[in-house]
């Protein structure tokens, strides 16, 4: 047998050959691949944001268009009145959880978000940057219901009715039922993911009802903020920022205790949305 480490053409004679090893390039281990790799994921990744966060300001323009247009109209009109009022609120919530939340999450709420990071089921970047576009799609809505039907009703900013300690107080349990029903339809395999956007709907109908007399059932930075700047009537701002963050806070870590829920601190939190329960 030849010696030659190729194969015979004319003899027919055969020589072994050991195959070669296939050549695995590790990810890991090839700087300039690995970087390749990583600049596509972080691009991909502000991408989704940047989408994400458009879907968040056209979700938010219609939340507050609808809701404190609803206002603005009752208060020019008296056609739709408080009952009205509260059915609007918690009909357009319900409507944009259907079109946008198994893109976005639906999280139509800094407050919402806020108690998802504290309790590890957000990262805490996402939620600063969907707060950001909620503020600034309340704005613009604002801006139009104030170009279109004029300084009707502070355009539609919650203003309490009684002491800041009675608002701040309502603002905060109101909130608490509020994010207590989200983390369950929400973050529990054993709730029924389909009917979320009429428990979170319904909830906010329902606290509009009852307590929209007593603080205007803002329950939501956002929905206060775009009025609140666009008519500069600030002075009971801070209650509408801070009542919100406290109630949604206990109500995230409320269903944590009753659920028997213990958050994580060693991995990266599960992001939660209204479309996560099955």
Do not use: C, K
């Given at each position: 047998m030849s010696s030659?480490?190729?194969?015979?053409?004319?003899?027919?004679?055969?020589?072994?050959?050991?195959?070669?090893?296939?050549?695995?390039?590790?990810?890991l281990s090839d700087p300039l691949l690995f970087d390749g790799i990583r600049s596509r994921r972080v691009l991909g990744y502000f991408v989704d944001l940047i989408l994400i966060a458009i879907l968040s300001v056209a979700a938010w323009f219609a939340l507050v268009f609808a809701g404190a247009g609803a206002i603005m109209v009752d208060a020019k009109?008296?056609?739709?009145?408080?009952?009205?009022?509260?059915i609007v609120f918690g009909l357009v919530i319900m409507a944009m959880i259907y079109a946008v939340g198994h893109v976005s999450g639906a999280h139509f709420n800094p407050a919402v978000s806020f108690a998802f990071a504290l309790t590890r089921h957000f990262p805490w970047q996402?939620?600063?940057?969907?707060?950001?576009?909620?503020?600034?799609?309340?704005?613009?809505?604002?801006?139009?219901?104030?170009?279109?039907?004029?300084?009707?009703?502070?355009?539609?900013a919650p203003l309490p009715s009684g002491s800041t300690a009675q608002a701040f107080l309502w603002e905060?349990?109101?909130?608490?039922?509020?994010?207590?029903?989200?983390?369950?339809?929400?973050?529990?395999?054993?709730?029924?993911?389909?009917?979320?956007?009429?428990?979170?709907?319904?909830?906010?109908?329902?606290?509009?009802?009852?307590?929209?007399?007593?603080?205007?059932?803002?329950?939501?930075?956002?929905?206060?903020?775009?009025?609140?700047?666009?008519?500069g009537d600030l002075h009971a701002l801070c209650i509408y920022v801070s009542a919100?963050?406290?109630?949604?806070?206990?109500?995230?870590?409320?269903?944590?205790?009753?659920?028997?829920?213990?958050?994580?601190?060693?991995?990266?939190?599960?992001?939660?949305?209204?479309?996560?329960?099955?």
């Open positions: 030659s480490n190729h194969l015979p053409v004319a003899t027919g004679e055969a020589t072994w050959q050991e195959p070669e090893e296939p050549t695995v390039v590790e990810p009109t008296q056609a739709l009145g408080h009952v009205g009022v509260a996402r939620a600063a940057a969907y707060a950001v576009a909620q503020i600034g799609g309340a704005i613009v809505a604002a801006a139009l219901l104030r170009a279109s039907l004029g300084d009707y009703a502070t355009l539609g905060a349990v109101l909130t608490f039922f509020l994010m207590f029903v989200i983390m369950a339809v929400a973050t529990d395999t054993r709730a029924v993911g389909e009917a979320a956007a009429l428990a979170i709907g319904g909830t906010v109908g329902l606290d509009a009802l009852f307590g929209g007399p007593i603080t205007g059932a803002s329950m939501n930075p956002a929905r206060s903020l775009g009025p609140a700047l666009v008519s919100p963050l406290v109630g949604a806070a206990l109500g995230a870590l409320a269903y944590q205790f009753v659920r028997g829920e213990q958050p994580v601190r060693d991995e990266a939190p599960e992001e939660a949305s209204v479309e996560a329960a099955p």
